[in-house]
């Protein structure tokens, strides 16, 4: 436990800081400083210290004006308040601002001080216990949530017992009007994730988010949306403006109602994702109905024209020919296997 020390008399501060063994107790001394002032400056240079003792009347920044600054920056800081029978108002209205203890100076000693700071001990140590089980719980409630997330789009699942789930797990998700998003762009941090966020949220068209942060470049996001006669446009635009903002591409569905519908819709996701991200096309793609109009490839012309010319030995006119072969498959859309196929083949060809 960290302490600071508060006392514009040396006497007192430094009698306070070498008197009592600290390290024994647990505590450590974490500066000793003349006014209010500077301990805020040694919170921010040193770190905050959990427990502060300190004089009422000081020059600078008295104790008063010291706790209120503290618990609106620190909420969590014990304060104790060392005062003079005289300045008993003084402590009283400290107590008010939301000091911990006081101790007149006239019953000072080193154990009335300690067993004060034992006591606040205590209580942080208890206090810091049941915050880290509740980041813990939280922890695994996340886990668990997103584990449930995971078997919706992997797997066919019951409506019922889904939604038994979600009840357990308490998840706000509700089964109409979901929509299915994902995110394929570059987040290199946690703030470039939290602007999009906010920027999805600002318009109010979704509720209800929950994310599965898949990796750097990819996040997959299950919510509700508002239903209307201008839900598509508005849900659009929304999305739209995330992406302008973040780059990247972005795959939605329009709202469907039924838990057991997320692994179908993610199904029928799955090629449009696979296809405009093969071609790297950036935009915003509404993946409803059988999926992107694909050309058939030629292999035969392909193939046929580039033997030829290999094989009357013009190079140049090959080289060529291999070009426009690439150029168009960069401007019409073909299924990216046909695409690799016939790369392969070329590419045996004119090793051959």
């Known amino acids: 436990m960290k302490i600071l020390i508060v006392d514009d008399e040396p006497i007192m501060r430094n009698g306070l800081k070498v008197t009592i063994d600290w390290q024994t107790y647990g505590f450590e001394v974490l500066d000793a400083v003349a006014n209010g002032k500077k301990a805020l400056q040694a919170c921010e240079e040193k770190g905050v210290p959990d427990i502060v003792i300190t004089d009422i009347r000081m020059p600078v920044m ?35 601002l939301g000091a911990s203890e006081y101790i007149l100076k006239a019953d000072l000693d080193c154990d009335t001080l300690l067993a004060v700071l034992l006591k606040m001990k205590g ?93 750097k470049k990819h996040i ?41 519908q997320v692994y179908q819709h993610n199904r029928e996701m799955q090629p449009f994702m696979e296809l405009y991200n093969f071609y790297q096309k950036q935009g915003c793609f509404c993946c409803e109905g059988e999926g992107p109009l694909l050309q ?18 013009y190079l140049k006119e090959a080289l060529w020919r291999i070009c426009e072969i690439m150029e168009d498959f960069r401007k019409t859309l073909y299924r990216p296997e046909d695409v690799y196929e016939l790369t392969g083949m070329l590419c045996t060809m004119v090793q051959e």
């Not at 906010?198 to 929950?210: D, V």
């Open 62 to 96: 008295d104790g008063l004006e010291l706790t209120r600054e503290m618990l609106l920056r620190y909420p969590l800081v014990k304060i104790v308040i060392i005062s003079a029978y005289d300045d008993f108002k003084y402590a009283q209205q400290a107590i008010g």
């Open 123 to 215: 209580q942080l140590e208890k206090l810091h216990t049941v915050e880290k089980e509740r980041e813990t719980v939280s922890g695994l409630m996340g886990q668990l949530q997103e584990n449930l997330l995971l078997r919706l789009l992997t797997g066919a699942c019951y409506e019922a017992d889904v939604q038994r789930r979600m009840a357990e797990l308490d998840m706000e998700l509700e089964p109409e009007n979901l929509i299915l998003v994902q995110f394929c762009t570059e987040f290199e941090n946690e703030d470039k994730q939290e602007l999009f966020r906010k920027l999805l949220f600002e318009e109010k068209e979704i509720y209800h988010p929950y994310w599965i942060v898949s990796s």
């Open 220 to 260: 997959i996001l299950l919510a509700n949306a508002v239903k209307n006669l201008q839900t598509r446009i508005k849900l659009e635009e929304t999305l739209k403006k995330a992406e302008e903002v973040c780059g990247g591409s972005v795959f939605y569905t329009l709202p469907f109602s039924g838990f057991g």
């Open 296 to 313: 058939e490839m030629n292999y035969s012309r392909n193939l046929a024209e580039l033997l030829q010319l290999l094989e009357g030995n």
